[in-house]
């Protein structure tokens, strides 16, 4: 984001980053990332992130704080296209209700009860769709 344009409204610098206060009445955080860049407060999905107090602006700040100090903060594009490929793998290993219902009938089919005895065909028929 441009510097003019972050120095309109109501702004101030804190002890790191700085919060604005936008014409929405919410606020905005804004801090320096390791690799020199400025950010803005954005959502794991890489969403622009606003808060309704300038406490919790200040909480989100101290956070990103400390996880920079840990050396686990990553930029916001990263964490975003991170979780999306977790979701699309998650997706990606989610099964249907049809294949989970031939998976159960081939179990039923194929596995010993707990007598050790394969189901009666008529069992097994009756529970096929």
Do not use: C
């Not at 510097?3 to 206060?21: A, I, P, Q, Y």
């Not at 969403?47 to 919790?56: E, I, R, S, V």
């Not at 989610?94 to 596995?111: D, H, P, Q, V």
Request: no cysteine.
């Amino acid at each position: 984001m441009n510097d003019k344009n972050w120095r309109g409204g109501s702004s101030r610098r804190e002890g790191w980053g700085s919060l604005r206060k936008l014409p929405s009445g919410r606020w905005q955080a804004r801090y320096p990332g390791p690799d020199g860049e400025m950010y803005t407060a954005r959502t794991d999905d890489d969403k622009p992130l606003t808060f309704l107090t300038k406490t919790d602006a200040r909480e989100w700040l101290a956070s990103v704080h400390t996880q920079i100090a840990r050396g686990s903060w990553e930029p916001p594009s990263v964490t975003a296209a991170r979780r999306r490929a977790e979701a699309a793998a998650e997706e990606a290993r989610s099964i249907g209700f049809t294949e989970y219902a031939n998976k159960w009938l081939e179990m039923i089919r194929t596995r010993r009860n707990k007598r050790g005895k394969l189901r009666a065909a008529g069992t097994v028929r009756s529970s096929a769709p």
